[in-house]
């Protein structure tokens, strides 16, 4: 696991671009005490370093008419199908989110969909016709109550040699 020494300027940088993603170069700049040229570097080396993973553009899912959210909890029948199971979802669009968990349960996804109809046919003819997958047990989503896309940085950089 690789960790990367910020400094406060960088922590800036990331906030602003969290908050606004197309803030121009000059208006980062200036909201963080740099010139244009060596934010724009910084914003560089941020991605480069893996840091800023990717600049995107997040849609209300209610605008593309896309309704149905649910967290759906699977246990596998032994963990070496586990790969094959992770390798399989990754086909699935509907499938937002995918976490290995410790506990009773092995996984759990959050899939977005139009309607409730569609829910029997990922279920029956994507997720269900994995190998391995022993259990399913699933939970709509009746209201969202929270939503947060920007990570919480560190109010402060920390000090000390860069991290490996």
Known sequence: ???????????????HLQENARISNNKLAEAVGLSPSPCSRRVQELEASGVIKSFNAMLDPRAIDLRVNVFISVKMERQLDDKSFEEAIKDFPEVMDCYYLAGSTDYILRVVLHELDEYNTFLSEKL??????????????LRQVLHRTSLPLPREAKSGPPQP
């Open 1 to 15: 696991m690789t960790s990367w020494n910020l400094d406060q300027t960088d922590l800036q940088i990331l906030h």
């Open 128 to 141: 269900g016709v994995i190998p391995g997958v022993r259990n399913i047990t699933s939970s709509f989503a």
